[in-house]
């Protein structure tokens, strides 16, 4: 016997929810992921990344203050707050897992967050970026920092400072307030990965992963890699790819650490 169409049209609806819920159900982990400097959440590098981690993991492409759209509009400090934010709400919603992740300077934020907040579960560093500390020995932000440091000590934090930014052998000129760019380009601050690296607050699963084309490649696996927490879940990944292309080629890498972790950590 055929059923009337209402209650054939309310059987679809049950069984199109269910199926919806049993999805999003196998969906127990969050992946955040950050772009890089002067990029987008829809950089055409994190693409297939996200394509492939969403299969598992629900993906928050997340814009940063270093986006070519804000021009470092907030601390480092700020951002990372928001962020532990939104790693609340998704705890809250009963997510069981949240990675933090990114490319160059989101590979660089991912770092910060565990060293400055340290609640993520596992961190993923791809082709990792910024370096205040490289700008300051070449002698382009001493001036700058002395200055935004004294605007500070004047209790003048909105004091703008002009400066030449670096990203990947390109500069690019900014105006921005003294305690925003004391707060990223401190070369002993939130954007050293060498010193973030070693301040974890606490052992968390760690992936690492980088292009040989990549600047920083020749400095291998002591550069920040050695200096985190001991966890069985450490990885140090290389690629054949450049800065760029390093998240999209490690897709797959990145895909099964994501399960792996997924299936061994509590």
Request: aromatic content about 10%.
């Amino acid at each position: 016997m055929q059923l009337p169409l209402i209650c054939r049209l309310a059987l679809a609806s049950i069984l199109l929810c269910f199926t919806s819920f049993a999805q999003s159900a196998t969906k127990d982990c969050v992946f955040v992921l950050m772009h890089g400097k002067w990029g987008g959440p829809q950089s055409p590098y994190l693409k297939e990344l996200a394509k492939q981690v969403s299969t598992v993991c629900e993906v928050e492409l997340r814009e940063m203050p270093w986006s070519r759209n804000r021009n470092y509009d907030e601390t480092y400090e700020s951002a990372l707050n928001q962020l532990a934010g939104s790693v609340k709400g998704y705890r809250t919603k009963g997510y069981r897992l949240v990675f933090i992740g990114g490319q160059s300077f989101g590979a660089n934020a991912a770092m910060a967050y565990q060293a400055y907040i340290g609640d993520a579960d596992a961190i993923i560093a791809l082709a990792p970026g910024h370096s205040p500390s490289l700008m300051y020995e070449r002698g382009m932000t001493g001036s700058d920092l002395e200055c935004a440091q004294k605007a500070i000590a004047d209790g003048k934090p909105d004091a703008l400072i002009s400066f030449t930014d670096l990203n990947q052998g390109r500069q690019r000129d900014f105006k921005i307030r003294a305690d925003v760019f004391w707060s990223y380009f401190n070369p002993n601050g939130l954007g050293n990965m060498t010193l973030t690296a070693s301040q974890f607050k606490k052992s968390t699963p760690f992936m690492w992963v980088i292009g040989r084309l990549d600047p920083l490649y020749p400095s291998g696996s002591a550069y920040a890699f050695d200096r985190v927490p001991p966890n069985p879940n450490n990885t140090y990944v290389v690629v054949s790819a450049d800065h760029a292309t390093t998240p999209e080629e490690a897709a797959p890498q990145v895909l099964n650490w994501v399960k792996k972790v997924s299936t061994t950590k509590p």
